[in-house]
């Protein structure tokens, strides 16, 4: 069956480093993985877009990386803020783009 | 422009009840859809709609109803309310292939 897997223990990290959050897919041929923020009470803000036929997507402090091999991923926050903690979940669109699967979210904390 | 507008944003009913849940947007985006969250299980789809007429159901459609009469609204009734409907719904629109643009939530509770 189909799956998308993000570390549901939160990510404490301290503030002024780089955070790595992961996004692994099975069962999947998506089309293109977007990245989403949430803050708590609030709807996903969306922050990134990468397609299946680009490896890397920049957004000033932001990273992400899309391996199709290894089913997989990476979303890098540089130069962590404290204002950069929240709740991030990763989605993938695949064929016919009419349904979005989102993955569970990751917590991240950013320790002053 | 105010993006997607969801009403009420918080509701209690008592099992049973119908109730419907309103969203409107004004971005002029074909697509729309209905998410519930809940705690370990993420959002989950309920229903979604490709523009006016058109609605197809998700992955958990059971005991909610939709229709889409024009492009700006999408409401979301429940038919007959359980506790397990308890929830925080969320209604997305987006461009084509493009990312979504959520609402603010509704939180339901039903006792």
């Known amino acids: 069956s189909q799956k998308i897997e993000q570390n549901s223990e939160a990510l404490n990290i301290q503030e002024g480093k780089t955070a790595t959050l992961t996004c692994n897919y099975t069962n999947y041929s998506p089309a293109y993985l977007q990245w989403y923020r949430q803050d708590p009470g609030r709807g996903p803000v969306f922050l990134l877009l990468i397609r299946e036929n680009e490896k890397e997507k920049r957004k000033e402090r932001l990273k992400v990386t899309f391996d199709t091999t290894l089913k997989q991923s990476l979303f890098h926050i540089t130069a962590s803020q404290p204002a950069d903690s929240a709740t991030y979940l990763c989605a993938l669109l695949s064929g016919g783009y009419q349904k979005v699967t989102f993955g569970t979210g990751t917590k991240l904390q950013v320790i002053p | 422009n105010a993006g997607v507008t969801q009403t009420p944003k918080f509701q209690v009913l008592k099992t049973g009840q119908s109730m419907t849940l309103q969203c409107a947007q004004d971005?002029?985006?074909?697509?729309m859809s209905w998410y519930r969250q809940d705690p370990g299980m993420g959002l989950r789809l309920i229903h979604y709609s490709v523009g006016a007429g058109i609605t197809d159901q998700g992955e958990v459609p059971n005991g909610y109803n939709v229709s889409r009469s024009t492009t700006e609204d999408f409401p979301l009734r429940l038919l007959s309310a359980a506790p397990s409907q308890t929830s925080v719904y969320f209604c997305a629109s987006r461009e084509n292939r493009g990312s979504y643009t959520f609402g603010s939530g509704t939180r339901l509770t039903v006792v």
């Open positions: 971005m002029n985006h074909e697509y």
